[in-house]
């Protein structure tokens, strides 16, 4: 799908990896139910404080299976260099404590909502012909209903962790119109009810030149 494929192509992917240290979980990799299952696996029984998160985003569904189970277990998450689509969306609002690190991003480039209010899902409807081998009416019906279905999966997400999802979208609408990727201050983070983050000095300034995607760092006008 859509936004898979553009978290696909950040730059520096992170070999996947899971490890334990110290009380603290580590998840390294894009977002996928099998890289889940081995971390389920790793942390089951421990005593877990901390996920210490590296992740250019990945599947939906994956990310909201893991950002639930850092709500529920009241985890800490920590970034020690990126976390990014998916990753941003679902597992970083998640936490109860959230650091940032020197030199580390937290970044949006939208999720399913959006896609369905802007009408972008219908992107996916060449691709799904291609997929599935079928013409275009039965594809925009598959991808129709599989977007609905992800829209209401984040839907309950949100409202289950209390955070406001046009966190993920607002800067790709107008004023801001950002091209790719954006990230935002703690401050404006709060907004959305994603609170008690900890962002290093001079975060707006961030050195993102080793992306091969656009991110920029936005400052939200008054609400």
Not at 36 to 65: C, D, H, M, P
Not at 92 to 121: E, S
């Given at each position: 799908?859509?936004?898979l494929?553009?978290?696909a ?8 990896d899971?490890?334990?240290?110290a009380g ?11 890289l ?6 790793a942390?089951q ?5 901390r996920l ?11 990310g909201?299976?893991?950002?639930l189970w850092?709500f529920?277990?009241?985890l800490?998450i920590e ?10 969306n679902?597992?970083?609002p ?9 030199g580390?991003v937290v970044?949006?480039?939208?999720n399913?909502n959006?896609?369905k209010q802007?009408?972008?899902w ?9 997929r ?8 925009r019906?598959?991808v129709?209903?599989?977007m ?5 999966l ?9 955070v ?9 609408m107008p ?13 404006d ?9 900890q ?12 992306f091969?995607d656009?991110?920029i760092?936005l ?5």
């Amino acid at each position: 799908m859509l936004l898979l494929a553009a978290a696909a192509s950040i730059a520096n992917l992170a070999s996947a990896d899971i490890r334990l240290a110290a009380g603290a979980a580590y998840y390294t990799g894009p977002l996928s139910a099998g890289l889940n299952q081995r971390f389920f696996e790793a942390v089951q029984g421990k005593a877990i404080k901390r996920l210490v998160i590296t992740s250019s985003g990945g599947e939906v569904e994956a990310g909201i299976a893991l950002g639930l189970w850092v709500f529920d277990h009241r985890l800490d998450i920590e970034v020690p260099e990126y976390c990014l689509s998916s990753c941003a969306n679902y597992v970083f609002p998640a936490g109860r404590d959230k650091t940032i690190g020197a030199g580390a991003v937290v970044a949006w480039h939208g999720n399913y909502n959006h896609l369905k209010q802007t009408g972008l899902w219908q992107d996916d409807i060449a691709g799904s012909m291609q997929r599935h081998g079928v013409n275009a009416a039965t594809a925009r019906g598959l991808v129709h209903e599989e977007m609905e279905r992800l829209v209401g999966l984040e839907r309950d997400f949100y409202a289950h962790i209390g955070v406001d999802e046009y966190l993920c979208w607002i800067g790709k609408m107008p004023p801001y119109n950002a091209p790719n990727y954006y990230f935002l201050s703690g401050q404006d983070m709060a907004r959305f009810g994603v609170t008690r983050v900890q962002t290093p000095p001079g975060y707006e300034s961030t050195d993102v030149s080793g992306f091969n995607d656009h991110i920029i760092y936005l400052k939200l006008g008054e609400p």
